[in-house]
């Protein structure tokens, strides 16, 4: 199975302030990885999809790049309804896996 | 719009099956596919089985003897059942639309609790 390893685990930010999220997968991917947004409680939303497809009605302050093995989602402008856990997901192969997700707190 | 929705049993005795419906509505199951996620309190998703629009079934290698998926499109569901269960299959589980590429899932459900003890 292709191991998704996400980094930070957590990470606290300000209001307006942009961040980055990693994640690296032990083998070439080609592009084919998402990020799902998972607010407390609630179920994962699809943000990105295809390394940097936004999907629709997300907002364009999100943002995904990357090719073969290193990805990254930015916020830019963080928004208090930002807080949540982000998990990047390969869809390349079967299984499909996720990585470990980053917790992103307000500062 | 596009709709999942979950139903199981809540609890389920060790050793016994669980089985799960995940009942859509705005799509049509001969159109796209849908997958089984599920997550341990406090922890990350795994991916659980998907059927495809044509019907055919993939299952996590690590799950598959003990998994069944399928789905019945005149009432516009997907069965999951699962035997044999243990205490660490106590999780939430979801469903969710494919599409976007394979195993991209774009609308989930609200998510099933299952608690597996005796």
């Known amino acids: 199975d292709i191991q998704m390893t996400q980094s930070p685990a957590s990470l606290s930010a300000s209001l307006g302030e942009t961040v980055t999220i990693e994640c690296l997968a032990s083998?070439?991917?080609?592009?084919?990885l998402a990020w799902y947004q998972q607010k407390p409680g609630k179920s994962p939303q699809l943000l990105i999809y295809?390394?940097?497809s936004l999907n629709d009605g997300v907002p364009s302050r999100f943002s995904g790049s990357g090719s073969g093995t290193q990805y990254s989602l930015k916020i830019n402008s963080l928004q208090s309804e930002d807080v949540s856990i982000y998990f990047c997901?390969?869809?390349?192969?079967?299984?499909?896996?996720f990585g470990g997700g980053t917790k992103l707190e307000l500062k | 719009q596009v709709q999942l929705k979950e139903s199981g049993p809540g609890l389920v005795q060790p050793s016994r099956t669980l089985s799960l419906t995940c009942t859509v509505s705005g799509f049509s199951l001969t159109s796209y596919g849908v997958s089984w996620v599920r997550q341990p309190p406090g922890k990350g998703l795994e991916w659980i089985a998907a059927?495809?629009?044509?019907?055919?079934?993939d299952y996590n290698s690590a799950l598959k003897s003990r998994l069944s998926i399928s789905r019945d499109t005149s009432k516009s569901q997907v069965l999951l059942k699962m035997n044999s269960l243990q205490t660490e299959d106590t999780a939430m589980y979801f469903c969710?639309?494919?599409?976007?590429?394979?195993?991209?899932?774009?609308?989930w459900g609200q998510g099933a609790s299952v608690t597996v003890s005796s």
């Open positions: 083998e070439d991917i080609y592009s084919n």
């Open positions: 059927i495809w629009s044509g019907g055919s079934t």
């Open positions: 295809y390394a940097n």
């Open positions: 997901q390969q869809n390349y192969d079967s299984p499909p896996t």
């Open positions: 969710a639309r494919l599409r976007g590429g394979p195993y991209v899932m774009d609308a």
